[in-house]
């Protein structure tokens, strides 16, 4: 959604058009913000919160933790 929101206007304009609320899939997750331990990025999800700020759109957060974005520290944790 990202990408599309960014280079092609006309499906901005219809999703401001007819939505009123969004939710990012994965440019929230651990693995889209941390790729490397230490290193992180924001652009993914900054431009779908500036895209949600520029047409008065609410953004909702979507799961924290998901079993193929879990960040780095997580990993060798066992679960019950």
Known sequence: MCLLLVSLSDYADLIAGECSIATPNGELKFN??????????FESADAIADFCQK???????HTLFWHMGKPHLSIGFETR
Request: aromatic residues 12%; glycine residues 12%.
């Open 55 to 61: 047409y008065n759109m609410e953004l909702h957060g």
């Open 32 to 41: 889209a913000t941390e790729p490397q331990p230490g290193k992180f990025t």
